[in-house]
Every structure is written in structure tokens, then in C-alpha cells.
């Protein structure tokens, strides 16, 4: 059974509580339980992690392998400065599709660079909280194909 491992970079624990005008009234517990099911119906399992803190993303990314086929990640404001999750992205050896809730090519200049997104195997990005789903269906293919991030 594939299983993906599903990472909420900083402050999306605040979701759907705040800024609801920009990411939404779906809460992160709303998100993860669509994955689940979608996860559930292509015979997968996810794990959902949150964190605040860089260091803590960067430990799990490299532990994935051992548990996990696939990455979904929504790095949130990391996307835009981490060299230290880029770096634990590329040395994974698993596929990691990056995702965003709002469309970050429409926002402010410095949300259009992801220093991920050259190492994910691509990128969802606009769609709320159907951009987690469309990452999970990719990252799910990306499984069966073999890829590698
Ligand atoms: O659109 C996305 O998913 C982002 O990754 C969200 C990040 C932002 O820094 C990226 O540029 C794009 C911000 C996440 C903050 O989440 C909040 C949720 C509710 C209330 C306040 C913040």
C-alpha cells in the first residue's frame, strides 16, 4: 500500500480560523479528511504533519523515506527562503509534489519564487484546498510511475 506523507508548513494550523478572504474557511482537520478519503478510495494511507518550525520539516522530510512512498508539501512561507528544506527535498530520493491553497503567481513578487519547486516533481498552485487533492492524485501517480523528485 502507497503511503504519503502530507507536510502544512507555518501557521497553516491557522486555517480557516483566520484571513478567510485569502486561504478559505476549510480548516486543516477539513483538508485532511478529504485526503484521507481520496487517499482511502487509490487503496493509500496518508500521514499529516504541521509544523511551525524548519528544522522540524527538514527531520521529517528525511525520514520519509523510511515510511513513505511520496511527499505532498505545502511549504508555506518556507517556499520562498528555505535552502535547508530544498536541500532535505532533493536529498529524499521520493517524489514531493509542492501544493499551494492560493494562487502565488497572482500575489506579491516575492511569493513567486519557490526554492522547492525545482525539486519537486511539480507544483499545484490556486486551487484552495483542491490543490492538496490534485497534489495527492499527482503525487499517487508519481508513485505508480516510479518517479523520483
Ligand atoms: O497559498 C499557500 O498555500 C501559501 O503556501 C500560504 C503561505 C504563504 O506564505 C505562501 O506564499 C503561499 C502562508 C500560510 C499562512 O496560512 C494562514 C492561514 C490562515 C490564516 C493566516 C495564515
Redo the contacts with the bound molecule.
Sequence with gaps: MNRILVIH????D??????PD??GRTTLAGIEASLKRIAKENGAEIESFQSNHEGEIVSKIGQASAGFQAIVI????Y??TSVAIRDAVAACGLPVVE????N?YR?EEF?HHSLVAPVAVGQV?GFGPQ?YELGLLAALSACRKGARS
Excluded: D, I, K, Q
Design positions: 508548513g507555518p501557521n497553516l491557522l486555517l480557516g480560523t483566520r484571513e485569502v486561504y505545502n511549504p508555506a512561507a517556499t520562498h501544493v499551494h491553497l492560493s502565488v500575489r511569493r498552485t490543490s
